[in-house]
């Protein structure tokens, strides 16, 4: 034990420093551990600094600064100015709703063809198009986050729509990730309880990735949670400060959001973050009606959360539960989900798709696993009405008349939703023993 440690009231150290640094301490392999970010500043206001933190990242001399119309004027005409003391800078300004496909990034593309690298100034949309461009054209790209709305500043994935399936793609991590404090306590409360209903997946994800851990035998690792354990309870314990302004309830989210996307990058892949409830919420991004209010992807994905976690408390109360073949086809995909999204579904679960013979083999081998993964889940575990009151009390959405959306559509929503990615949840769990999922 070290001097500092012994030290009467030395801080604890802080995970994403010591990533940063190299000297995290990965629980599952007992190595240390540096996430490859060279910058991560969440700071009261970076006021005057946004030149200088980019050119500490030495990325190049002609930036693309991608915003669209309203974060460019919260932040983006700031960084522009501060850039171009000392750099060229090509200003791309997304108009109207800006989606994040294919036609978009190719707009993004075309229009940072002579840039050194991308610097996104956005959260969700924004980000993910920055990231996405800059790994197709092989180019590093840096973060100014405008909102607290979701996790993917430091994931090194972006959801992107192709021909109507919305898919999350490789892209490129941010070299550098600006917060700026004072600016994301001024974005719309609508935002903030987004960036709060992201986070409240937590739980119900890692059960999800927990189970299929323990039935099929996926990879699993401990790591991106641990991460979260000093700064979650924080935030979930007075989620109406959030909506208040207090700073240290704003920090704590932020901090929520940056290591749940670096849990993300440690595991190569979304999972810790993105199981059923995530799937569910791409299946209203698919599919809901053209007439419905926009809505942000934290609001759906905290409505699904508290499904999600409904059903799982359901199940693991019960016995092991009796799988079957799924009589489910390529045809019955296409007829639901249209040609071409239909057969990209059917490419994904005909990988998870049940026969007799699999069917009874994971019966036998769900038994075996059943009374050890009710034990773990209960450790996991926040009960469904303690994550309902954290989204009441921040005055956010927990149902789905809250996110524009009927019963009859959710409903599909909900039993429709497993077939989007080759990634077994309780979803579909609890199709393949029978259990009702509407």
């Not at 401990?222 to 979260?228: E, N």
């Not at 008349?401 to 949840?425: C, E, K, P, Q, W």
């Amino acid at each position: 034990m070290t001097r500092d440690e012994l030290r009467v009231g030395a801080p604890p150290a802080d995970p994403i420093v010591e990533l940063l640094q190299g000297t995290w301490i990965d629980p599952d392999s007992g190595k240390r551990t540096r996430v490859p970010i060279d910058a991560i500043a969440i700071e009261p206001t970076l006021r005057g600094t946004e030149g200088d933190r980019v050119e500490a990242l030495a990325l190049g001399r002609r930036f693309a600064v991608v915003s669209d119309v309203n974060t460019h004027r919260i932040l983006g005409e700031r960084v522009e100015k501060s850039l171009r003391a000392r750099a060229k800078v090509d200003s791309i300004v997304l108009e109207g709703d800006a989606s994040p496909d294919g036609a978009t990034t190719q707009r993004v593309r075309d229009a940072s063809r002579t840039a050194d690298a991308l610097i996104a100034v956005g959260s969700g949309t924004i980000n993910d198009l920055a990231k996405y461009a800059a790994a197709l054209d092989r180019k590093p790209y840096a973060v100014f986050a405008t909102a607290p709305s979701m996790n993917g500043y430091t994931s090194a994935n972006a959801a992107i729509t192709v021909d109507g399936h919305k898919k999350t793609l490789p892209a490129t991590l941010a070299r550098g990730v600006f917060v700026d404090l004072e600016i994301l306590s001024r974005a719309p409360l609508r935002m903030i309880r987004a960036g709060l209903g992201d986070s409240l997946c937590r739980p119900t994800a890692q059960i999800d990735w927990l189970m299929s851990h323990r039935v099929l035998g996926t990879p699993y690792k401990a790591a991106p949670f641990r991460l979260l354990e000093a700064d979650e309870p924080v935030l979930f314990a007075a989620p109406e400060a959030l909506v208040s302004g207090d700073a240290h309830a704003m920090r704590a989210l932020a901090r929520t959001l940056i290591l749940s996307g670096i849990g993300m990058t440690i595991c190569g892949g979304s999972y810790p973050a993105s199981q059923g409830e995530h799937l569910i919420s791409h299946y209203i991004d698919m599919l809901s009606p053209p007439s419905r209010d926009a809505h942000f992807h934290g609001e759906q994905v905290a409505v699904a959360t508290l499904t999600m976690a409904r059903l799982q408390e359901t199940m693991l109360a019960t016995g092991p539960p009796l799988l079957r073949a799924s009589p489910v086809g390529v045809g019955e995909l296409q007829r639901h989900f249209g040609d071409d999204p239909g057969w990209a579904c059917w490419d994904e679960f005909r990988h998870k798709r049940l026969d007799a013979e699999r069917a009874a083999a994971l019966t036998e081998r769900t038994a075996a696993v059943w009374a050890a993964l009710q034990k773990e889940a209960a450790s996991i575990a926040i009960p469904s009405s303690v994550l309902r009151d954290v989204m009441l009390r921040a005055g956010g959405p927990s149902t789905p008349a809250d996110i524009g959306l009927d019963r009859a559509f959710y409903a599909d929503a909900v039993s429709h939703a497993r077939f989007l990615r080759n990634r077994y949840t309780f979803l579909d769990l609890a199709a393949d023993s029978g259990v009702p999922l509407s």
